[in-house]
């Protein structure tokens, strides 16, 4: 097993930039992935102490796959990065146990 301090699931460019700014900035090893299969993998593989996805699904998917990563890591805490959201997916979101869920900005 591996030890990646974060494992980040996004393809925005701007996000990941800032991400490994922080993460260099506080020594730390960061995995970026941009694909589900590739994150769940290094979900896997690695014993990270936290996980960020970057979702830019529709909300029912995006509710899938935090279930998928709960089961998968429950004790990792997972940061949920949206564009927008409604009351009823952050009620939803937030019952899955996620530690964080916050705005990202389209530009």
């Not at 993998?41 to 995006?62: G, P, R, S």
């Not at 709960?70 to 939803?92: D, G, T, Y």
């Given at each position: 097993?591996?030890?990646?301090?974060?494992?980040?699931?996004?393809?925005?460019?701007?996000?990941?930039?800032?991400?490994?700014?922080?993460?260099?900035?506080?020594?730390?090893?960061?995995?970026?992935?941009?694909n589900?299969?590739?994150?769940?993998?290094e979900?896997?593989?690695?014993?990270?102490?936290?996980?960020?996805?970057?979702?830019?699904?529709?909300?029912?998917?995006?509710?899938?796959t935090?279930?998928?990563?709960?089961?998968l890591?429950?004790r990792?805490?997972?940061?949920?990065?949206?564009?927008?959201?409604?009351?009823?997916?952050e009620?939803?979101?937030?019952?899955?146990?996620?530690?964080?869920?916050?705005?990202?900005?389209?530009?």
């Amino acid at each position: 097993m591996d030890n990646a301090n974060l494992i980040l699931m996004s393809g925005n460019e701007d996000l990941i930039n800032k991400c490994r700014t922080i993460c260099c900035n506080l020594s730390l090893s960061m995995i970026c992935r941009n694909n589900f299969p590739d994150f769940i993998f290094e979900l896997y593989q690695n014993d990270c102490m936290v996980a960020i996805l970057n979702c830019t699904k529709n909300e029912i998917e995006c509710v899938t796959t935090v279930r998928l990563i709960r089961k998968l890591r429950p004790r990792v805490p997972l940061i949920v990065l949206c564009e927008a959201f409604n009351e009823k997916f952050e009620h939803s979101i937030l019952s899955e146990g996620i530690f964080y869920l916050g705005l990202t900005t389209t530009t």
